[in-house]
């Protein structure tokens, strides 16, 4: 069975401003869905902010094994009910991909637990995303690195919490540098921050860029079955815990005497 990838998009600046919708005529999320679509090992489709409950029902994110987010100017009309239900999905397995300038995005936010904040600047400079992490597997078939002739800078510090794993870091003409590929892990679900992706460059026509975003919806990806349900997960009272649990001098210790019941 193929990996279910859903590319979500706030679908702004496409048909707002005409350099954009030059490069993406139908949509970031439809050049992203057509690039990991190449992969015949993932199933790609498209959700955006205008559709009902954005296009992340309760049905839609069931049938969801990787979700990829882009989103920057409208991270303010994204529902905080419809954040509640993706966090919970990662917990228990769903895969998140966090695009560019969703590290602004509620939802990463949430699942970071930080201001996410980062210094940037737009002047079409050079970016090389160095695989640092070479024999992970986010960076095969990428080589050393990946150049990008214009890109917008996102630097250092990105107030983000230690990341499980550094893929790519990030040289810029300019002389910043950045943590540009970072995985984590939130419950069961799995994590990838990646940095490029400014709508007014052509980044995600890049064949490089592509294989990174396949690579990471295949390693985000749980096979596990079924996943954990959060929602009815028992939630043990502390007089029914395994453990007897008695109350001594105002706190809660371990009684001992016995280990189960
Ligand atoms: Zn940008």
Redesign the pocket.
């Known amino acids: 069975m193929p990996i279910r990838a859903t590319v979500w998009n706030e679908f702004v600046h496409e048909r707002e401003n005409a350099t954009v919708k030059a490069i993406y005529p139908e949509g970031i999320h439809r050049t992203i869905a057509a690039a990991l679509s190449s992969d015949e090992g993932i199933d790609a489709s498209t959700a955006t902010l205008d559709e009902p409950e954005h296009g992340l029902s309760v049905e839609r994110l069931a049938k969801t094994d990787v979700l990829l987010w882009w989103g ?1 100017k409208a991270h303010g009309e994204v529902s905080d009910s419809v954040v509640d239900r993706v966090q919970q999905r990662v917990f228990e397995g769903m895969g998140l991909i966090v695009l ?2 969703g590290h602004f995005s509620k939802i990463f936010k949430r699942v970071m637990g930080a201001p996410c904040s980062l210094r ?1 600047r ?1 002047a079409g400079e050079r970016e090389r995303l160095w695989a640092i992490n070479r024999s992970h597997p986010i960076a095969q078939g990428v080589g050393d690195f990946i150049e990008l002739t214009n890109s ?1 800078m ?1 630097g250092e510090p990105f107030l983000v919490p230690e990341p499980m794993e550094t893929v790519f870091v990030s040289w810029y003409e300019g002389g910043e540098v950045f943590r540009s590929g970072l995985t984590y892990q939130r419950g069961a679900g799995r994590i990838f921050y990646f940095g490029p ?4 460059y052509p980044i995600y026509h890049d064949a490089q860029i592509q294989q990174v975003l396949r690579n990471a919806v295949r390693w985000a990806h749980n096979p596990a079955r079924p996943w954990l349900d959060v929602s009815t997960a028992p939630n043990v009272p502390v007089d029914q815990a395994p453990e007897k649990i008695e109350k001594r001098g105002g706190s809660l210790h371990a009684a001992g005497e016995e280990g189960f019941r």
């Open positions: 920057h560019h300038s940037w737009e917008e996102y992706g400014h709508e007014t």
